[in-house]
């Protein structure tokens, strides 16, 4: 009834699932708990008001994170309801999978123990991010976004100004933690089960090795890096290692773009990104990240940085 | 409550997953504690929402709960449609988990993966790593623990005349013998993997796999070696086959160098082992 290969598109599929849940899970729960425990006020007073800093402050918010890409989604859209500004959620959501100890760390053991990569890595990731803050802010007025999001919550209510009489016990919040984790599980649980199935069917039927052949100067090798790091829909957490796997073949300017590109944009977050910012948006996005990140892994291949 | 039903059907499939120890075929057991955990958490949540749905009942939106926070759930699953289509994909993997077997990648994934022989040159760079077939822990350790690992392993392992492959030594004692292949000549070797035909081969060679994991099957990649019949043999690939020989070198075209291969004098087909994946150990 199901071919073999169909057998190993579900498996695949079925272990990426069984990889990311637990991240999800600790992405909707953070995201909760921001909702419950963190006020508008505070991360207004906390946030820089002008745009650099805000982005500044968006990476180094998100190197605080051991968060991978899929975890990282509602986080953020959490925090642009929050009316953290756009440019400095975007910088948090782009470093957050990179710029953390866990991936660092992993970067180190796969490339044996060099800081080489790890710096490579954390340096592009951290001016792409930043570049990328800019240039959205630049490009997309704050207000037209947020009237996006906005209006996707048909029925927000902000009460927060008028508190009611009853104090709000800590019993309510937890149940209102709850709440919206249970919610966001299933909003953003749909795109994981989406993205999987296509990530697992581009592993299963698309030969990786037709690509490869192509990449024989540095130009295609950094795009063809990309394009597969987008396809593998790899976790952050293991990429490296895969990457590791792929230093025979190619120079650190590829590696460097497959480990930052795929950590940012890549099938499964994509289609979760479509979840909660406009089209419009979100292919801008993409071309930023793309840019930035092709532009910084050819000048680590061109031995300029 | 149908809510409550995909909780419980979650929780219930790393439950099933980890009682069937199935759970080995999808991930490195290493990282099997944050799925193990999943079971709880998910199971809690799936608690919570069946006791909301009883104090509830099939009342969407709680009022008290609304007045006192910002109220932003279900915002986009407000139209039916939208709702049968966000249940129906995250209902899709918990069907195809749980009655669905669960299959082993075999060479259509070598194959898919890009077993590209060709590019693999590690004439300019003699740290290359060539991860198809060598696996490379060197990954794990600090460059000097791991030399002196590698010698450790490389002496245990070539101590003996004899070196049997087994799942718990596979991938550092093929490491030893990439690393060292002048130290393994003339041993006796035994192996077992799948059946792989790659480029080049003569008619009585083929290469022995088996897929190494790292996090999850998404990430495998495959490891071992090339094996050399007395004479011309017709396995399919995929076969698993348990043989044993002498190692000796052959140059490899398509690497454009010398590789270990294995001179089998006794050999015979086996069934697919029960855990036929090598996990990475740190």
Known sequence: ?305 | MIRFLILFGFAYLFLHLHLTGDISKYINMRYGYLSFLMIFIIGFMAVYQLVKWNMEGSKQHHTSEKALFGHDHSHENNTWWKKTVTYVLVIFPILTGLFLPVATLDSNIVRAKGFHFAEIDNDKDQYANHQILKPDTSQYYESSTYKKMLRQDMEKYSQLNQLDLNDDNYLRALEAIYNYPGNFTNKHISIMGFVYHGDALQKNQLFLFRFGIIHCIADAGVFGLMVQFPHAVTYKDDTWIRAQGTLSETYYSPFKQTIPVLKVNAWHQVQKPKSPYAYRKY
């Open chain 1, 1 to 305: 009834m199901f071919t073999d290969s169909f057998l190993q598109l579900n498996t695949i599929f079925i272990s990426i699932i069984i990889e990311a849940v637990p991240f999800i899970i600790i992405g909707v729960f953070i995201s909760a708990i921001i909702q419950m425990f963190v006020s508008e006020a505070l991360l207004a007073r906390i946030i820089p008001k002008n745009r650099f800093g805000s982005v500044v402050f968006g990476t180094c918010m998100g190197s605080l994170f051991p968060a991978c890409e899929c975890g990282i989604v509602p986080i953020t859209e959490r925090l642009v309801r929050k009316k953290v500004p756009l440019q400095a959620a975007i910088a948090f959501m782009l470093a957050g999978p990179i710029i953390n100890p866990v991936v660092l760390f992993a970067t180190y053991i796969a490339f044996g123990s060099s800081w080489q990569m790890v710096f490579y890595r954390a340096g592009l990731a951290f001016a792409v991010s930043i570049a990328v803050g800019l240039l959205v802010s630049y490009l997309f007025p704050e207000d037209q976004l947020r009237d996006y999001v906005d209006k996707k919550v048909s029925h927000y209510h902000h009460h927060e100004a008028n508190q009611p009489a009853r104090r709000i016990t800590f019993f309510d919040r937890f149940k209102g933690t709850m709440d919206h984790a249970v919610d966001e599980f299933f909003s953003v649980g749909k795109y994981l089960v989406f993205g999987a199935l296509i990530a697992a069917a581009m592993q299963t039927y698309i030969k990786q090795s037709v690509l490869l052949s192509f990449a024989n100067t540095p130009v295609t090798a950094i795009l063809i890096m990309m394009v597969l790091a987008f396809i593998m829909s790899l976790c952050s957490e293991a990429d490296a290692f895969v990457a590791s796997s792929f230093r025979s073949m190619f120079p650190p300017g590829p590696l460097t773009a497959f480990l930052v590109f795929g950590a940012m944009v890549d099938i499964k977050n994509l289609i979760m990104m479509l979840s909660t910012f406009k089209k419009k948006f979100v292919a801008a996005l993409i071309g930023c990240i793309f840019v930035c990140v092709f532009v910084g892994a050819l000048l680590i291949s061109g031995g300029w940085l």
